[in-house]
C-alpha cells in the first residue's frame, strides 16, 4: 500500500495539514481548529472520497 502524501497532526488544540517531501521531512500547508475541515481537505488532497464522522 502507498503511503499518503497528505497527512494531519492534532497540535496544541488545532490540526495541521503536512504534505510529505518524501525524504522524511514534511512542509506544513494548513491549519485549522476544526478536525473536520483539516481531514476534509486532507482526503480530498489524496484524491480519497470523503465522508464525514458520524457525531
Given amino acids: ?3 499518503p502524501k497528505y497527512y494531519y497532526r ?3 488544540g488545532s ?3 503536512y ?3 518524501g ?3 514534511a512542509t506544513k500547508i ?3 481548529w476544526d478536525e473536520e475541515t483539516i481531514r476534509k481537505q486532507c482526503y480530498e488532497l489524496n ?3 470523503y465522508k464525514p464522522k458520524n457525531k
Fill in 47 to 49: 484524491g480519497w472520497k
Fill in 10 to 12: 492534532r497540535h496544541m
Fill in 19 to 21: 504534505e510529505d517531501n
Fill in 23 to 25: 525524504n522524511g521531512t
Fill in 30 to 32: 494548513n491549519q485549522h
Fill in 15 to 17: 490540526y495541521k495539514l
Fill in 1 to 3: 500500500m502507498n503511503t
